[in-house]
């Protein structure tokens, strides 16, 4: 399924972990990692050791779920991690600092050194089979989605009856895949606003 991709002319499977999906592994992975980051500053030198350590091999499985969206969602948390701890500084971060930002950043590109080809193949590769299965089921779901929402706008289908909703029009149904159509779909206009708000 869509769970591999493909490349050097053969299937790879993706990262999932103990989840039933690689989507899945990278969304909690990305949120696992921007929530540790808050624990860095204040840690002690063997703790913040231990912390490098959950870090690299997060990163790392982080990679390896080759999830677009996850990847996403952790550079921006990041981002705005390190914005903020350097937000309003005069001075210089310290060397000490640098070198533990950098040892991530030399993880991710010796990954990107060795594989990738496997990284492009989801962002260039979009007529590849396996790709293109994956966004006509993504736009497939996101039609069906949408067709719940239509039916019940104002109080959705529930929460956790979307599938059942779902089936109706597609017996074949699977939960949608974006967080947004899948609140609308089951929430309405009201759960909807509040998950965009959050």
Not at 61 to 70: C, P, T, V
Not at 124 to 153: C, G, H, N
Request: glycine share 8%; proline share 5%.
């Amino acid at each position: 399924g869509v769970t591999v991709l493909y490349a050097r002319d053969q299937p790879w499977l993706r990262a999932y972990g103990l989840t039933a999906h690689p989507n899945l592994l990278g969304a909690i992975l990305a949120a696992l990692l921007v929530l540790l980051l808050p624990a860095w500053r204040p840690a002690r030198s063997g703790q913040k050791a231990i912390l490098l350590v959950a870090i690299l091999l997060g990163l790392a499985g982080l990679f390896f779920s080759f999830s677009r969206s996850a990847w996403l969602a952790g550079a921006v948390g990041g981002f705005v991690w390190v914005a903020m701890q350097w937000r309003g500084r005069v001075r210089r971060p310290t060397a000490r600092q640098l070198v533990a930002l950098l040892v991530p950043v030399v993880l991710i590109v010796l990954f990107l050194f060795v594989y990738g080809d496997l990284v492009l193949s989801r962002f260039i590769a979009l007529d590849s089979p396996v790709e293109a299965r994956s966004i006509a089921q993504r736009l497939s779901d996101a039609r069906l989605a949408l067709d719940v929402f239509a039916r019940d706008p104002w109080l959705g289908a529930g929460l956790g009856h979307y599938v059942d909703a779902a089936s109706v029009t597609d017996s074949e149904a699977a939960r949608v895949h974006n967080v947004l159509l899948l609140a609308a779909a089951e929430l309405g206009i009201p759960g909807f606003l509040i998950v965009l708000a959050l």
